[in-house]
């Protein structure tokens, strides 16, 4: 199971006052490509999907394991290794500046200086150098979005979580957040609704109503999701795996 993110009959119910709610249905799932995108229209479930992975989302039944270990009876260890990019980064940076709050993700080092000098050399490669001891409100929405994709990389996770992370970022930053992703040695699966990010992972599925209805390669997945998008969802929910033929290049369902 190493490499591999996986549920098992997912499902996620919550009370909303008056009444349960099940915000994700039994969904069975493996991730093992290095960069999966979760596709899915606004309050379909990608980011409760998402942080089945890393525990934040409260299962109601099934399981859920990364790289075979389950994540809900083993919590904390499963949380060193699987750092997660909220989709509002003013919620995670939770120190007063970015410096302060990447040394906090560096308290492995013990030296206060050398701490100190890791975390503003990390905070200059994301080009942010110029903001480090600045407090956290006074940044912009994108440059919080570095600082805390800084963050959650100073842990070193094996494996990335992303909350919609291009969302704040003007067009020069979405290209360097891009770029920079596709160096990452780490496993990421990212929600998210720019396209040309879902196109840049080898593995796409969309979430669909709580459901999952579809995964495969991300150029076909993108192209189905088009297609509901303009035209409509396909009911009742039958996942599909899309599979390319060896021989044509035809999708095969
Ligand atoms: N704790 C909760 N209590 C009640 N409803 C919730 C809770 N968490 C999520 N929901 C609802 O579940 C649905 C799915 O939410 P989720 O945030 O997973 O969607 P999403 O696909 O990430 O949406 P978006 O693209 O708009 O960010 C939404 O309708 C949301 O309002």
Redesign the pocket.
Known sequence: MDGVLATRNATVT???GTEQ?T?LHDITVSLSSPTTAVL??????????LRLFNGLSELSSGGVTVHGVDVYTNIRAVRQHVGLLF?DPQAQLIMPTAAEDVELSLQHIKDRDTRRAAALDALRARGLEHRATDSVFSLSGGEKQLAALTSVLAVEPRVLLL??PTTLLDLRNRLRLSALLKDLPQQLVI?T?DLELAAQCEEALV?HE?RLLEQGPAGQVIDAYKGWCAGGFPKPWQPRALEVSDTDGQVDE
């Open positions: 919550v009370e909303t709610r915000i899915g229209l606004n309050g379909s479930g990608k980011s409760t999907f989709s909350d919609e929600s609704h979430i709580g």
